[in-house]
């Protein structure tokens, strides 16, 4: 198997979590201004909601994906108000022909004092346990 690891943040939140699935896979977690030139057969994309929606770049980020070089993209992120962001990267995934893993991880995110701490160790030792569970 192989992987890439790609994230947007504008708090650090993402990032972190990124590092932690980055190092679990044995890869370098990437901000998403580094394209996916190599071929994966998994793209870990860390991202959040802003403004109830994923942000323009992580929209942009994905309609550059070829799907000749990217398997799945596996979604990932924290968020202090809402869920998963999984459906609004599908749309976009779905849009370039590029698969989405059913499994995702997403923890919640500290934003303007809301869930403080957040993600925390625990959050992210959870993020490295759950990108493991792709290495086979």
Sequence with gaps: MTFAVRYYTKTGNTKRLAEYVAEALGVEALPISEPVNEQVDYLFLGNSYYAFN?????????????????????????AA?????????????????????QKEFHC????????????????????????KTFVK
């Excluded at 994923?54 to 924290?78: A, H, Q, R, W, Y």
């Excluded at 459906?87 to 370039?96: G, H």
């Excluded at 919640?108 to 990108?131: V, W």
């Design 81 to 101: 108000m809402l869920n998963s962001t999984y459906k609004k990267v599908k749309a976009e995934a779905d849009k370039v022909g590029v698969a989405m893993e």
């Design 108 to 131: 919640k995110g500290e934003f303007k004092g809301i869930h403080k701490g957040r993600p925390n160790e625990d959050d992210c030792k959870a993020a490295a346990a759950f990108a």
């Design 54 to 78: 994923i942000d323009p770049e992580v929209k942009d980020f994905i309609s550059t994906l070829d799907k000749n070089k990217v398997g799945k993209i596996v979604n990932f992120g924290s």
